[in-house]
């Protein structure tokens, strides 16, 4: 009996994050269908926490040689097709170039905080190239669109594919345990990064915490701003009631114990960490980014925010001061999440474009 196929992944980074949470979810509903081979660029392996144990993975932090080295590599390891992450992974995408026969599958799911104000003239032309004989993946309109009329990809190899949540795993109930104390729970899960703000939402909160709106703030994730946000928390005078929960082990759990979701980036296409949020039943505030607006239920809609601190405390204030209207929003979003964002809808699509790269 022939072994199932070698589907090599490269990634940026292997740590939590939006492209690593749906591999490892895809990885885990098809079980032995495929075998798979991940190269982490920067040696962060931290999603494997997500795999099934049983799986045939193997994770690699890549060795160093750019284009030349992975280039040896593909020849080496024989995959049956190459699924790339973002930029990051380009030089793979080059290397694939002289490997006859191999097919690739692209996925874009958003920029860093270098492209949060707009594209790289240089990046938009290497897309441009090397994704013209490739299949590409989109998770939001809004990118498929750049795709389109910015990267101007032929439309024959974009895809399309909404994100999904589990909405078993996700989903209104008991609360999960946070620390005690007085006031709603708002709480957000991000990589800890300059793309996604989170200072924003700490300005915006002391600005809340001025006007005497009370809550506690619960921050859900880790990244190299982690010091420099906590020190600006304690400036802004909100050391007492913030709490930097770094990596959680079950982030539906605390999910389920928040009140409020709050998303506070510069830059997003389709997070993952508002469709959770929505599936457990929670009222979002969000800076109007990417495709969030048409992610949330038409009652969340109007506390969408611009890119600024006030904005932010606007839209958050009736959420934290109404527990009626946050519950209401709440069943709003956990309604549009089960019938627009089921995981499964996600895992199909994404099992057939792979089955159709691997058939021809």
């Known amino acids: 009996m022939r072994p199932p196929p070698l589907l090599l992944h490269v990634f940026p980074s292997f740590a939590v994050g939006g492209a690593q949470v749906r591999f490892a979810a895809l990885a885990n509903r098809f079980g032995r269908r495929w075998r798979h081979l991940v190269v982490a660029l920067d040696g962060d392996l931290a999603c494997a926490q997500r795999l099934a144990p049983g799986l045939s993975c193997q994770l690699i932090a890549a060795p160093a040689g750019g284009i030349a080295a992975a280039w040896r590599l593909l020849r080496q390891w024989r995959p049956a097709l190459l699924l790339t992450n973002n930029w990051g992974s380009f030089d793979w995408a080059i290397a694939a170039r002289g490997v006859p026969g191999l097919a690739h599958l692209h996925a874009e799911d958003g920029f860093g905080?270098?492209?949060?104000?707009?594209?790289?003239?240089?990046?938009?032309?290497?897309?441009?190239?090397?994704?013209?004989?490739?299949?590409?993946?989109?998770?939001?309109?809004?990118?498929?669109?750049?795709?389109?009329?910015?990267?101007?990809?032929?439309?024959?190899?974009?895809?399309?594919?909404?994100?999904?949540?589990?909405?078993?795993?996700?989903?209104?109930?008991?609360?999960?345990?946070?620390?005690?104390?007085?006031?709603?729970?708002?709480?957000?899960?991000?990589?800890?990064?300059?793309?996604?703000?989170?200072g924003r939402l700490l300005r915006a909160a002391a600005l809340l915490r001025g006007q005497g709106v009370a809550f506690r703030l619960a921050i859900m994730g880790e990244g190299?701003?982690?010091?420099?946000?906590?020190?600006?928390?304690?400036?802004?005078?909100?050391?007492?009631?913030?709490?930097?929960?770094?990596?959680?082990?079950?982030?539906?759990?605390?999910?389920?114990?928040?009140?409020?979701?709050?998303?506070?980036?510069?830059?997003?296409?389709?997070?993952?960490?508002?469709?959770?949020?929505?599936?457990?039943?929670?009222?979002?505030?969000?800076?109007?980014?990417?495709?969030?607006?048409?992610?949330?239920?038409?009652?969340?809609?109007?506390?969408?925010?611009a890119l600024d601190d006030r904005a932010l405390a606007d839209a958050l204030r009736p959420l934290l001061r109404d527990a009626a209207l946050r519950a209401a929003i709440g069943r709003a979003n956990r309604a549009r999440a089960e019938q627009v964002f089921d995981e499964e809808a996600m895992f199909q699509a994404h099992a057939g474009l792979i089955n159709g790269l691997l058939a021809t």
């Open 113 to 198: 905080s270098e492209e949060s104000a707009g594209q790289l003239r240089r990046r938009v032309l290497a897309r441009r190239l090397l994704l013209r004989r490739s299949v590409t993946v989109l998770p939001s309109t809004t990118l498929l669109r750049m795709a389109r009329e910015v990267w101007r990809l032929p439309p024959g190899g974009l895809r399309l594919v909404p994100n999904g949540v589990d909405l078993q795993r996700f989903r209104p109930g008991p609360a999960g345990a946070l620390p005690p104390g007085e006031g709603p729970w708002l709480g957000t899960a991000a990589a800890l990064r300059p793309e996604k703000n989170i």
């Open 224 to 305: 190299p701003q982690r010091p420099a946000l906590e020190a600006l928390a304690q400036n802004l005078g909100l050391a007492d009631c913030t709490h930097f929960l770094g990596h959680v082990a079950d982030p539906a759990a605390s999910c389920r114990a928040l009140d409020v979701f709050a998303l506070s980036s510069d830059t997003e296409q389709m997070p993952f960490a508002v469709l959770e949020a929505m599936a457990s039943g929670l009222a979002v505030a969000s800076t109007d980014v990417g495709d969030v607006a048409a992610m949330l239920s038409a009652e969340n809609r109007p506390y969408l925010a």
